[in-house]
């Protein structure tokens, strides 16, 4: 049945526009499928009109298939995925020339859809990508077959091992798109395909072997892929099967490659990892849609941000804001401090601009939204005053007496501590309605993930209007509320002691990362410490008594490191010994502290097995995690997972902590407790939340979708 809202068609002259318009991001379901097909009959049979043009309404020509569609078939595998072949000749064989206009983003689908097409014209803002692997899937839709024969072997595994979208002019360079069109789109389309019904027959995309190149000269691309698909996506299998099924299209005749590509996407959807990583980008999108936000008014936009304190946090803050284009004012109490980190801006721009990342012209303007002011001197003026200063509660507290005083009525006023207490904070600003923690993570102007703090007193459109900004930032803002170490590092202690408590009893530093890189985790914990420095987490104990250590044990050894000057990788030396490449060496004089200590403190040494380190050390994430969630610091399970995934490393094709937690069952998790509590103390005491769900046979996804059950309640 022809859905003409879904797919309305407009005729200019002999050229039918038809355009797809199924917002926000006119994804293709079964119903859009059927309504294109459906004008594309009805243009068929429609002797004056010679051409036709494909577009997209909004900002998004099409983002893929409907994930939804998607996520039924990678949940039940009684369905099937969904079937674009059958759209995908029609547009091929099609008698009149058909022109892809993409507005804006062509993603998945929405580009095999737009590859299946004779010409494709794009706008200047067009972004075409494969991302599928992102979802733990592969392009099942004649994507990996004809994106080689429009642009290559290389490029095309480039484009599908990353999943990164390009612009539409390195699109005009690869040969995907004919042209890009400054002006108006749909105009130039309709001119270009006028054209093309003069021109005559339209050539075909599986037609083209031309670009494929030979067997001998296509190896080392494939080689490389492969490699480079390990060391980028290590564990992941989508990657290494849309190489397959590019090697298939590089070798194979086109219908004999989309059998082959069928067959691998489907063994993709069927995956585990799929689901998982289907997980993580359902969550991600979750955490922003907070209950009561939407029907308490617009937030006040952001435009101009003040941040106070330009040390590495603060420098990269002001990256991150003014990337996004909004105007920033930087200032630190110490002018050597404000000088330095004005330079590692304009370093950082400047290596962007050298690796080819960034136009000189880009990264200059960017540079010139930062202005340099001096002590509150930003405030006034701004509607948004970030605090970077040093994470300590009396200095922190000066200044939100300072800002409280001086900020404009209404502005909002954060804080980027990474732990302390926002409400002490909010008590001497004198309006703790407007202050809230914005828990960006370093490199702040790389790093995805916002933990945004809500305090008891903060207003309802402050928390909105820093979800708008987690937005603007390109991040992802989840909201928590108020308690020592939020969500993220509260659950990165017990991890981090429980490493080192390992150590302790006989495992090396090299040993428990080893076995946390294997299960996934982007670095090892001691490496992370090292890292971050060693005087950060120190410091934190010093702040907060809480993370001091449970149950009579306290880890022992990284305050000794920190008096020895051993900070991490500022200093060379931490947990591991550091050359000129970063990379971490073990070294031989941690391993005789720790075990000095160890004798001194009568702990047995003795071989560790890699079980014992990974159940040890992610079941005490797990756990905290738990304790988070049934204390209502985090809102939901999935949220817990969102702030693993984006901001800690977490593996994205194990979906989480907590929804990893689902997948080796609660039962078993809160028996393992069980049994480590009564080996090694109170520290492992199941959370009562998971003891709860174990109970009951449940899950944390069945707990969040109660819980989402009842705040749709009105
Ligand atoms: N199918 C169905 N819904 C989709 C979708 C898809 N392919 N892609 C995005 N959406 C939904 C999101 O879930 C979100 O819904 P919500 O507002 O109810 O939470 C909404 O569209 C907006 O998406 P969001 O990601 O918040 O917007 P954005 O402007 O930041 O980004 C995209 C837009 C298209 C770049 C991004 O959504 C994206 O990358 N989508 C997935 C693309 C993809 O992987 N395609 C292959 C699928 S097979």
């Given at each position: 049945?022809?859905?003409?809202?879904?797919?309305?068609?407009?005729?200019?002259?002999?050229?039918?526009?038809?355009?797809?318009?199924?917002?926000?991001?006119?994804?293709?379901?079964?119903?859009?499928?059927?309504?294109?097909?459906?004008?594309?009959?009805?243009?068929?049979?429609?002797?004056?009109?010679?051409?036709?043009?494909?577009?997209?309404?909004?900002?998004?020509?099409?983002?893929?298939?409907d994930?939804?569609?998607?996520?039924?078939?990678?949940?039940?595998?009684?369905?099937?995925?969904?079937?674009?072949?059958?759209?995908?000749?029609?547009?091929?064989?099609?008698?009149?020339?058909?022109?892809?206009?993409?507005?804006?983003?062509?993603?998945?689908?929405?580009?095999?859809?737009?590859?299946?097409?004779?010409?494709?014209?794009?706008?200047?803002?067009?972004?075409?990508?494969?991302p599928e692997?992102?979802?733990?899937?592969?392009?099942?839709?004649?994507?990996?077959?004809?994106?080689?024969?429009?642009?290559?072997?290389?490029?095309?595994?480039?484009?599908?091992?990353?999943?990164?979208?390009?612009?539409?002019?390195?699109?005009?360079?690869?040969?995907?798109?004919?042209?890009?069109?400054?002006?108006?789109?749909?105009?130039?389309?309709?001119?270009?395909?006028?054209?093309?019904?003069?021109?005559g027959?339209?050539?075909?995309?599986?037609?083209?072997?031309?670009?494929?190149?030979?067997?001998?000269?296509?190896?080392?691309?494939?080689?490389?892929?492969?490699?480079?698909?390990?060391?980028t996506?290590?564990?992941?299998?989508?990657?290494?099967?849309?190489?397959?099924a590019?090697?298939?299209?590089?070798?194979?005749?086109f219908?004999?490659?989309?059998?082959?590509?069928?067959?691998?996407?489907?063994?993709?959807?069927?995956?585990e990892?799929?689901?998982?990583?289907?997980?993580?980008?359902?969550?991600?999108?979750?955490?922003?849609?907070?209950?009561?936000?939407?029907?308490?008014?617009?937030?006040?936009?952001?435009?101009?941000?003040?941040?106070?304190?330009?040390?590495?946090?603060?420098?990269?803050?002001?990256?991150?804001?003014?990337?996004?284009?909004?105007?920033?004012?930087?200032?630190?109490?110490?002018?050597?401090?404000l000088?330095?980190?004005?330079?590692?801006?304009?370093?950082?721009?400047?290596?962007?601009?050298?690796?080819?990342?960034?136009?000189?012209?880009?990264?200059?303007?960017?540079?010139?939204r930062?202005?340099?002011?001096?002590?509150?001197?930003?405030?006034?003026?701004?509607?948004?005053?970030?605090?970077?200063?040093?994470?300590?509660?009396?200095?922190?507290?000066e200044?939100?007496?300072?800002?409280?005083?001086?900020?404009?009525?209404?502005?909002?006023?954060?804080?980027?501590?990474?732990?302390?207490?926002?409400?002490?904070?909010?008590?001497?600003?004198?309006?703790?309605?407007?202050?809230?923690?914005?828990?960006?993570?370093?490199?702040?102007?790389?790093?995805?993930?916002?933990?945004?703090?809500?305090?008891?007193?903060?207003?309802?459109?402050?928390?909105?209007?820093?979800?708008?900004?987690?937005?603007?930032?390109?991040?992802?803002?989840?909201?928590?509320?108020?308690?020592?170490?939020?969500?993220?590092?509260?659950?990165?202690?017990?991890?981090?002691?429980?490493?080192?408590f390992?150590?302790?009893?006989?495992?090396?530093?090299?040993?428990?990362?080893?076995?946390?890189?294997?299960?996934?985790?982007?670095?090892?914990?001691?490496?992370?410490?090292?890292?971050?420095?060693?005087?950060?987490?120190?410091?934190?104990?010093?702040e907060?008594?809480?993370?001091?250590?449970?149950?009579?044990?306290?880890?022992?050894?990284?305050?000794?490191?920190?008096?020895?000057?051993?900070?991490?990788q500022?200093?060379?030396?931490?947990?591991?010994?550091?050359?000129e490449?970063?990379?971490?060496?073990?070294?031989?004089?941690?391993?005789?502290?720790?075990?000095?200590?160890?004798?001194?403190?009568?702990?047995?040494?003795?071989?560790?097995?890699?079980?014992?380190?990974?159940?040890?050390?992610?079941?005490?994430l797990?756990?905290?995690?738990?304790?988070?969630?049934?204390?209502?610091?985090?809102?939901?399970?999935?949220?817990?997972?969102?702030?693993?995934?984006?901001?800690?490393?977490?593996?994205?094709?194990?979906?989480?902590p907590?929804?990893?937690?689902?997948?080796?069952?609660?039962?078993?998790?809160?028996?393992?407790?069980?049994?480590?509590?009564?080996?090694?103390?109170r520290?492992?005491?199941?959370?009562?939340?998971?003891?709860?769900?174990?109970?009951?046979?449940?899950?944390?996804?069945?707990?969040?979708?109660?819980?989402?059950?009842?705040?749709?309640?009105?």
């Amino acid at each position: 049945m022809a859905s003409p809202e879904l797919v309305p068609v407009e005729r200019r002259g002999d050229v039918a526009v038809v355009r797809i318009d199924h917002p926000p991001v006119n994804a293709i379901g079964e119903e859009v499928r059927s309504a294109l097909a459906a004008a594309l009959g009805a243009v068929a049979a429609d002797p004056e009109l010679r051409a036709v043009v494909i577009t997209g309404t909004g900002r998004t020509f099409a983002a893929g298939a409907d994930i939804r569609e998607l996520e039924a078939a990678v949940l039940d595998h009684a369905r099937e995925p969904p079937d674009f072949h059958a759209l995908l000749s029609l547009v091929e064989d099609f008698a009149k020339p058909i022109v892809m206009a993409l507005n804006g983003t062509a993603l998945g689908g929405g580009l095999e859809l737009a590859m299946a097409g004779h010409y494709r014209v794009a706008d200047s803002d067009a972004r075409l990508g494969l991302p599928e692997v992102n979802l733990g899937i592969i392009p099942g839709a004649e994507g990996t077959q004809r994106l080689p024969r429009l642009v290559g072997v290389p490029k095309a595994l480039e484009m599908v091992v990353s999943g990164k979208p390009i612009s539409g002019e390195e699109a005009r360079a690869a040969g995907l798109v004919d042209a890009v069109h400054g002006g108006d789109l749909v105009e130039g389309a309709v001119a270009f395909a006028r054209d093309a019904a003069r021109r005559g027959a339209p050539p075909r995309t599986r037609e083209r072997g031309d670009r494929i190149g030979d067997a001998a000269s296509n190896e080392p691309h494939f080689a490389a892929a492969r490699a480079q698909a390990r060391r980028t996506r290590p564990h992941q299998t989508a990657p290494l099967a849309a190489i397959q099924a590019i090697a298939a299209a590089a070798t194979l005749p086109f219908d004999e490659g989309c059998r082959q590509e069928r067959a691998l996407a489907r063994g993709c959807v069927r995956s585990e990892q799929a689901r998982a990583m289907l997980h993580g980008f359902l969550a991600e999108r979750g955490a922003a849609r907070l209950p009561g936000l939407a029907t308490n008014g617009r937030p006040a936009a952001v435009e101009h941000v003040a941040i106070l304190g330009a040390g590495t946090m603060g420098a990269a803050i002001a990256m991150a804001c003014a990337n996004a284009g909004l105007r920033v004012s930087l200032s630190d109490g110490s002018t050597e401090a404000l000088t330095r980190g004005f330079s590692t801006i304009q370093r950082t721009y400047q290596s962007s601009v050298d690796r080819g990342r960034l136009t000189a012209a880009a990264a200059a303007e960017r540079f010139a939204r930062i202005r340099s002011v001096a002590g509150y001197e930003g405030c006034g003026a701004a509607e948004l005053v970030i605090e970077a200063v040093f994470e300590n509660m009396t200095l922190k507290k000066e200044v939100f007496v300072e800002i409280g005083r001086r900020a404009r009525p209404g502005a909002i006023l954060a804080s980027n501590t990474s732990t302390l207490d926002i409400d002490q904070l909010g008590a001497v600003s004198g309006v703790p309605e407007s202050v809230i923690g914005l828990h960006f993570f370093s490199p702040a102007h790389v790093m995805r993930l916002l933990e945004i703090v809500r305090g008891v007193a903060t207003s309802e459109g402050v928390v909105a209007a820093a979800l708008q900004l987690a937005k603007r930032l390109s991040k992802v803002g989840v909201v928590v509320r108020n308690a020592p170490g939020f969500v993220g590092n509260r659950m990165m202690f017990p991890y981090m002691y429980e490493a080192q408590f390992l150590a302790e009893e006989g495992a090396s530093p090299e040993q428990v990362d080893e076995v946390l890189t294997d299960f996934g985790m982007a670095m090892g914990i001691f490496a992370v410490d090292d890292m971050g420095g060693l005087d950060v987490a120190w410091r934190i104990r010093k702040e907060l008594r809480q993370f001091e250590g449970d149950d009579g044990r306290k880890p022992l050894v990284a305050d000794l490191l920190v008096e020895l000057g051993r900070l991490g990788q500022k200093t060379r030396k931490g947990w591991y010994r550091y050359g000129e490449d970063r990379k971490p060496i073990p070294d031989p004089e941690v391993v005789a502290l720790v075990e000095s200590v160890a004798r001194a403190n009568r702990i047995e040494r003795r071989p560790v097995s890699r079980e014992e380190i990974l159940e040890r050390t992610i079941y005490a994430l797990v756990n905290e995690g738990a304790r988070a969630l049934g204390e209502g610091v985090a809102r939901r399970a999935a949220d817990v997972d969102v702030i693993y995934l984006t901001g800690y490393g977490f593996p994205a094709f194990r979906g989480g902590p907590l929804y990893y937690a689902d997948t080796v069952g609660l039962g078993r998790i809160h028996e393992r407790l069980l049994a480590l509590q009564r080996e090694h103390g109170r520290r492992f005491e199941p959370a009562p939340l998971l003891a709860r769900l174990a109970r009951e046979g449940s899950s944390f996804r069945e707990h969040d979708r109660t819980l989402e059950a009842k705040e749709a309640r009105p």
